[in-house]
Antibody
């Protein structure tokens, strides 16, 4: 089955750290740009970070650059997001999303169910 | 990385058509064809409805169409159905390997 399954969310104190993971299955993971998108409670979608298909190139929104690190393991079909120096503004549901092409963050044709991070 | 501008709400009666706008700048919507639209029902993950301004993924009804003029993109939903009631978000590639979303539009089917 083609799917993305996030894990790792939870309650963390301000200033703390958390690592999110996303397990991919059913498609050739190593061919696609992968992304993290978040949604604060009652708010819209916010692009957080992307990583190239090879994993060599990473990109971040200004709001998280320097605090979050995206990585992937193409041998295990997993995507991670290491988050540090967390603040209340980082409280959100975090979605893992697959790009339908393998170049730039573009159109996300497969989404996970999301994992919730609460900073309090 | 400023969010694209969408109207907070839109509405229409069953069978009617409704168009949602998404306004960006010459640095995002105006410069790229990588404009997408997503549908999100409450408590669910977003679903890709339109990519590359006006292309539909397999399985998306042809009632959904997209277009672009200058710095503004549009999503039109024709023949409105109750199941179309949802939040809709646009997104655009913004250069420098970054992407920006719109603030979202809540579509109500009256």
């Amino acid at each position: 089955e083609v799917q993305l399954l996030e894990s790792g969310g939870g309650l963390v104190q301000p200033g703390g750290s958390l690592r999110l993971s996303c397990a991919a299955s059913g498609f050739t993971f190593s061919n696609h740009v992968m992304n993290w998108v978040r949604q604060a409670p009652g708010k819209g979608l916010e692009w957080v970070s992307s990583i190239s298909a090879s994993g060599l190139h990473t990109y971040y929104a200004d709001s998280v650059r320097g605090r979050f690190t995206i990585s992937r393991d193409n041998s295990k079909n997993t995507l991670d997001l290491q988050m540090s120096s967390l603040g209340a503004d980082d409280t959100a549901t975090y979605f893992c999303a697959k790009d339908y092409r393998g170049t730039v963050p573009d159109a996300f044709d497969l989404w996970g169910q999301g994992t919730t991070v609460i900073v309090s | 990385q400023s969010a694209l501008t969408q109207p907070p709400s839109a509405s229409g009666s069953p069978g009617q058509s409704v168009t949602i706008s998404c306004t960006g700048t010459s640095s995002d919507v105006g410069s790229y064809t990588s404009v997408s639209w997503y549908q999100q029902h409450p408590g669910k993950a977003p679903k890709l409805m339109i990519y590359d301004v006006g292309q539909r993924p397999s399985g998306v009804p042809d009632r959904f169409s997209g277009s672009k003029s200058g710095n503004t993109a549009y999503l039109t939903v024709s023949g409105l159905q109750g199941e179309d009631e949802a939040d809709y978000y646009c997104s655009s590639y913004a250069g420098g390997y970054t992407l920006v979303f719109g603030g979202g539009t809540k579509l109500s089917v009256l």
